[in-house]
């Protein structure tokens, strides 16, 4: 299995240009989510999806958009570039945790963007 | 939402065991506690998580108080790749479908060689 993967490692942008970082895993998880680490900080949630066809906003979903076509593919869209949004951003799966909140979460090994 | 209390930064020489040291006390009776590290430019990586028992895995132990209110993260011998930092998390969920862990500042561990 090759876990979460990231794509891609490292991004320069200028403010206003728009990308997508893309996020894959390999394990059939449900759950996905993306999450941004600014320096020194922990980690905040952007977006989160249950199952393909359904996302919905985490903690900050600003000027981020994202879609599941399918259980494997979970792609963050920034739709106008701005440095405030120089970031570290991080992809997570897991079984659907249902209420029990018990399972662990895999991490991708992220994707560095910064806005000039 | 229940929070955690850590210490920021802890010191350990290589080959001894370390304690990583976390308060929840508005821990509520269906939060599980969880633990992740962060090694140096990498995403966070599951370590452990329970409920009310103390719980072993090959990583390490988690001690968890009879009052839920604290638990303790136990490597049993330090090595230079356990250098990291440790986050101990209250996983929340919600009916909705968000499944979100709060990640706080952590504990810094430095080992010693």
């Known amino acids: 299995n090759a876990g979460v993967t990231q794509t891609p490692k490292f991004q320069v942008l200028k403010t206003g240009q728009s990308m997508t970082l893309q996020c894959a895993q390999d394990?059939?998880?449900?759950?996905m989510s993306w999450y941004r680490q600014d320096p020194g900080m922990g980690l905040r949630l952007i977006h989160y999806s249950v199952g393909a066809g359904i996302t919905d906003q985490g903690e900050v979903p600003n000027g981020y958009n994202v879609s599941r076509s399918t259980t494997e593919d979970f792609p963050l869209r920034l739709l106008s570039a701005a440095p405030s949004q120089t970031s570290v951003y991080f992809c997570a799966s897991t079984a659907f945790p249902g209420a029990a909140a018990s399972y662990e979460q895999y991490f991708g090994p992220g994707t560095r963007l910064t806005v000039t | 939402d229940a929070k955690t209390t850590q210490p920021n930064s802890m010191e350990s020489n290589e080959e001894e065991p370390v304690h990583l040291p976390c308060n929840h006390s508005?821990?509520?009776?269906?939060?599980?506690i969880h633990w992740y590290r962060q090694l140096p430019s990498q995403g966070p990586e599951y370590v452990i998580h329970?409920?009310?028992s103390n719980v072993n895995n090959r990583m390490a132990s988690l001690a968890i108080a009879e009052d839920r209110k604290s638990s303790t993260l136990i490597l049993h011998r330090a090595t230079l790749r356990d250098a990291a930092v440790y986050y101990c998390i209250l996983p929340t969920y919600s009916g909705a479908g968000s499944y979100q862990l709060t990640f706080g500042k952590g504990t810094k561990l430095s080992v010693i060689p």
């Open positions: 508005t821990i509520s009776g269906t939060d599980y």
């Open positions: 394990m059939n998880h449900e759950y």
């Open positions: 329970g409920l009310t």
